[in-house]
């Protein structure tokens, strides 16, 4: 079984700030992960997702994330966030012959001016 | 172009009343899925059509009704909701159900549902 656990429900910051947000995995296969970003009243947008080849993934608008196979993490982090970043960003993994995105709770991140 | 649609954006509807949600995409997907997500928590689950065909129900109750049509289109009938079910429901697509670099689940902009 697969789990993933987002260490922080809410991280406030102010803005250019730089901010991480955690997220550490559990599987016994190989994994895909994945953040996902949900604005306000709004869908799932995806972020960034690692598959394979570097560890090191970049989203368009300034956000990366590494993943880190000892570790278990795929932490996302941005050295200057925006007000317009604020929004619920989800982790999620999946894998193997496992159909299903396992999502983390999900880190409410709010930007402050 | 990556990109899942819903209609309708908002919808109230009476616990006696039938409606129905509709999802739609144009990536040549052939993995459709239905989600719930309620407030201040992650998507949920419901269901998942692989190819046209209902692969997977996440025990959701009957009065959830999926059906894929064809491969672009997935509908979610409703009939006879409780209150609890009010939630904002979102469709996703992917290459197929499973897999390396086919496991990207693309999701649309959700239905807010209301049930009085």
């Known amino acids: 079984a697969q789990s993933v656990t987002q260490l922080d429900s809410q991280v406030p910051v102010f803005e250019e700030a730089p901010v991480e947000l955690r997220c550490n995995y559990s599987?016994?296969?190989?994994?895909?992960l994945f953040w996902y970003v949900q604005y306000p009243n709004q869908g799932l947008q995806l972020l960034l997702k690692?598959?394979?080849?570097?560890?090191l993934v970049k989203s368009i608008n300034g956000f990366e994330a590494e993943f880190n196979k000892s570790q278990t993490s795929f932490h996302l982090r941005k050295p200057s966030v925006h007000i317009s970043d604020t929004a619920e960003y989800f982790c999620?993994?999946?894998?193997?012959?496992?159909?299903?995105?396992?999502f983390g709770k999900g880190t409410l991140l709010t930007v402050n001016p | 172009d990556t990109e899942v649609t819903q209609t309708p954006k908002h919808l109230v509807m009476g616990m006696t009343n039938k409606k129905s949600l509709k999802c739609e995409q144009h990536?040549?997907?052939?993995?459709m899925y239905w989600y719930k997500q309620k407030a201040k928590k992650p998507p949920e689950l419901m269901f998942v059509?692989?190819?046209?065909?209902?692969?997977i129900n996440e025990s959701v109750p009957s009065r959830f009704s999926p059906e894929c049509p064809n491969s672009s289109l997935l509908n979610l009938h409703l009939h006879a909701l409780q209150p609890e079910d009010s939630a904002l429901y979102l469709c996703?697509?992917?290459?197929?159900?499973?897999?390396?670099?086919?496991?990207?689940?693309?999701f649309g902009p959700g239905t807010r549902l209301t049930v009085l």
């Open positions: 990536m040549g997907h052939r993995a």
């Open positions: 690692y598959l394979s080849g570097s560890t």
């Open positions: 996703a697509s992917s290459q197929v159900m499973g897999g390396e670099n086919t496991d990207t689940q693309y």
């Open positions: 599987s016994s296969v190989s994994v895909y």
């Open positions: 999620a993994v999946s894998g193997g012959s496992n159909y299903k995105l396992t």
């Open positions: 059509y692989s190819y046209e065909k209902l692969s």
